[in-house]
């Protein structure tokens, strides 16, 4: 079975960090473009950044840019997204989203995907 599983949400004070992973089982990341996607109550879902198969490309919204941090470890089978700074704006439901890929060498976060996982909440509040 071919799943995305994402962890590292939770409740964190305005200002703070999380660390969000996005772990793959039944199937290898390595040609797979990555998209972290969220999802506040009532409102549509936003796109937040991705990376490339190789890492060598990544992209961010500008509501997070400057703040927020893809990466991957392929070995590990496993995509990050380190947020700081963060803000009650932040709060939302995270994906994590799989596209194959291993061509583009310049990532675009709006693009079809083919796996998802369940999504994490991040809540930030004091």
């Known amino acids: 079975q071919l799943q995305l599983v994402e962890s590292g949400g939770g409740l964190v004070q305005p200002g703070g960090s999380l660390r969000l992973s996005c772990a793959a089982s039944?199937?290898?990341?390595?040609?797979?473009?990555i998209g972290w996607f969220r999802q506040a109550p009532g409102k549509e879902r936003e796109g937040v950044s991705c990376i490339t198969m190789s890492g060598g490309s990544t992209n961010y919204a500008d509501s997070v840019k400057g703040r927020f941090t893809i990466s991957r470890d392929n070995a590990r089978n496993t995509v990050y997204l380190e947020m700081n700074s963060l803000k009650p704006e932040d709060t939302a439901v995270y994906y994590c989203?799989?596209?194959?890929?291993?061509?583009?060498?310049?990532?675009?976060?709006?693009?079809?995907?083919?796996?998802w996982g369940q999504g994490a909440q991040v809540t930030v509040s004091s």
């Open positions: 039944g199937f290898s990341l390595n040609n797979y473009a």
């Open positions: 989203a799989a596209a194959f890929d291993p061509y583009s060498t310049i990532c675009v976060i709006q693009r079809h995907y083919s796996h």
